[in-house]
């Protein structure tokens, strides 16, 4: 069965970083978009990010661009989320998903990011 299991969450500091990983096994990661997005504590589910199948292409929210980078190793089943220059409202649990805009149909656990001094 479909499996995404997300790691790297933790504690940051403003303007630290941290690195997201999702590991991803029972399909064919290859060909399918892979996603990240957020649920902040009290808010609703906000998508941050997608990376299509062979990478070719990102999209962001714009509350992210040029901090977070996402990317992938089909290689290694595996679709990352670097995250620099950390603000307090990254806070978060973090979660990947697989598949295309208006079709994503798997959800990880969930990773929890706290960006705090």
């Known amino acids: 069965q479909v499996q995404l299991v997300e790691s790297g969450g933790g504690l940051a500091q403003p303007g630290g970083s941290l690195r997201l990983s999702c590991a991803a096994s029972?399909?064919?990661?290859?060909?399918?978009?892979m996603n990240w997005a957020r649920q902040a504590p009290g808010k609703g589910l906000e998508w941050v990010s997608r990376?299509?199948?062979?990478?070719?292409?990102?999209y962001y929210t714009d509350s992210v661009k040029g901090r977070f980078t996402i990317s992938r190793d089909n290689a290694k089943n595996t679709v990352y989320l670097q995250m620099n220059s950390l603000k307090p409202e990254d806070t978060a649990l973090y979660y990947c998903?697989?598949?295309?805009?208006?079709?994503?149909?798997?959800w990880g656990q969930g990773t929890q990011v706290t960006v705090s001094s």
């Open positions: 029972g399909f064919t990661f290859s060909n399918y978009a």
């Open positions: 990376i299509l199948s062979d990478g070719s292409d990102t």
């Open positions: 998903a697989k598949g295309g805009p208006g079709n994503v149909d798997y």
